[in-house]
């Protein structure tokens, strides 16, 4: 089939590299418009369009799918190429319902979750944060719902113990691509149906936004430990030091007892109370700076007796 690949992060490249590997033709790329990045803030290309342009795919990337601009030039790129289908992987931004049946097979996304659960733009996230034992992958056809669509296949994977939602996201990345040219390869072969979702067991994942990933050390370890590890990489767990924020890697759970946000820094530790047990820090950014082993922090930042995080002195 002839296809127009839409997706913009990186985690939308192993699908991109499957499908150029595949028996299918990438013959564009939608992705979103090159955004500022980076600590100088330039402007960059997503991942997803460096790639193509190092394949010579030819790249559009509009600021909205919104605008009658922006949607006869996809339906002109689609009728021109003779586009059979159009993969997405997150591509970021709403496909309108006047493209979506413009290729023959409309538009298969892969979604990281096993749907109905966690539909949203945030699953992965959400089911760190949940404590989910197992989620996956899914494709399935666009329809206006959000991620409301008729599933073409499933595929499930295991979230490990110490998962952030950065390694599993990478782990889905590289097994859901293969899905995705599965699905394209059945329905080329015109065995494959799409069955619509089930009724029962929906749960939503919006966005996490940076205040959702703010710490509340009065809250049990276990969900501390969960807030944190859902919130790495993106958009990073945070305290505040006198009001002043601090970055919060994964921490470990331990058998200590503090007040939550109480510290207690050692030579080759940082304890922090919870409304359970302590946690051990692991990484911590202080405002300004790289990320840095707590310890080393705890040293430099000479804290007094008695800091509790999350309050003003």
């Known amino acids: 089939m002839r296809l127009l690949f839409a997706g913009t992060p990186a985690v939308a490249v192993p699908s991109l590299e499957a499908l150029l590997a595949s028996r299918h033709e990438v013959v ?15 402007s960059a290309a997503s991942p997803v369009k460096q ?28 009728r021109d190429h003779g586009v059979d289908a159009a993969p997405v992987v997150a591509y970021g931004a709403i496909v309108p319902p006047a493209l979506l049946d413009a290729p023959r097979h409309g538009w298969v996304n892969l979604h990281f979750s096993v749907l109905p659960a966690w539909r949203g733009a ?4 959400h089911a760190v944060l949940a404590g989910d034992e197992v989620t996956g992958a899914t494709t399935f056809r666009l329809e206006q719902g959000l991620d409301t669509g008729p599933v073409y296949g499933t595929l499930t994977e295991t979230i ?7 390694e599993l996201l990478g782990r889905l990345a590289d097994v859901g691509a293969g899905l995705l040219v599965r699905t394209l390869d059945a329905l080329e072969d015109g065995i494959l149906d799409a069955v619509p979702q089930p009724g029962d067991g929906v749960s939503l994942a919006p966005k996490i936004e940076v205040d959702d990933a703010r710490v509340r050390w009065e809250h049990p370890a276990l969900a501390v430990d969960r807030r944190v590890r859902a919130c790495t990489p993106a958009p990073g767990a945070w305290t505040t030091v006198d ?71």
């Open 28 to 42: 564009a790329v939608l992705t979103r418009p090159d955004a500022r990045a980076g600590r100088g803030r330039a």
């Open 51 to 78: 790639r193509a342009l190092d394949e010579g795919i030819e790249v559009l990337a509009p600021r909205t799918l919104r605008d009658e601009d922006a949607v006869a030039q996809v339906s002109a790129l689609v």
């Open 122 to 125: 945030a699953p992965v996230q």
């Open 160 to 166: 490990r113990p110490r998962d952030t939602s950065g």
């Open 243 to 313: 009001g002043v924020r601090l970055g919060i890697g994964p921490v470990t759970p331990t058998d200590e007892r503090l007040a939550p946000g109480e510290v207690r820094a050692g030579r080759r530790e940082v304890l922090v109370g919870t409304g359970t047990v302590a946690v051990r820090l692991g990484d911590v950014t202080p405002a300004g700076k790289r990320a840095m082993p707590a310890a080393d922090w705890a040293r430099g930042a000479r804290l007094e007796d008695g800091l509790r995080l999350g309050v003003q002195s």
